[in-house]
């Protein structure tokens, strides 16, 4: 499956963005779907993870309650909703799909076999 993030771009301080990725080649319903970002200088790591239907969903505890996943599995694309954005949430943005069992959103990094190129989050002071 190929996976084309968007959306990325440079906010103040508690603004909100909205990142897409959009994914062809393969039945997307078949994939749980994941959000990874990694800063500068640092290693990549978790976000947001969704299972294949939506029902379930996987958050770090940096985000809850300022991100949302999301998927529609009819567009075969999964978005991730930033609210309240800090200086440290900048970071190249990394869309990733994973073959998992219904309900499943893995936060491994070795769970996912498919990754986008990223799209890259400034969040100015």
């Known amino acids: 499956v190929q996976l084309v993030e968007s959306g990325g771009r440079l906010v103040e301080a508690g603004g909100s963005l909205r990142l897409s990725c959009a994914a062809s080649?393969?039945?997307?319903?078949?994939?749980?779907m994941g959000w990874f970002r990694q800063a500068p200088g640092k290693e990549r790591v978790f976000v947001a993870a969704?299972?294949?239907?939506?029902?379930?969903?996987n958050y770090a505890d940096s985000v809850k309650g300022r991100f949302t996943i999301s998927r529609d599995n009819a567009r075969s694309a999964v978005y991730l909703q930033m609210n309240s954005l800090k200086p440290e949430d900048t970071a190249l943005y990394y869309c990733?799909?994973?073959?998992?069992?219904?309900?499943?959103?893995?936060?491994?990094?070795?769970?996912?076999?498919?990754w986008g190129q990223g799209t890259l989050v400034t969040v100015s002071s």
């Open positions: 080649g393969r039945t997307f319903s078949n994939y749980a």
């Open positions: 969704i299972s294949r239907g939506g029902e379930g969903i």
């Open positions: 990733a799909a994973a073959q998992r069992s219904p309900g499943q959103a893995p936060n491994m990094q070795y769970e996912y076999g498919y």
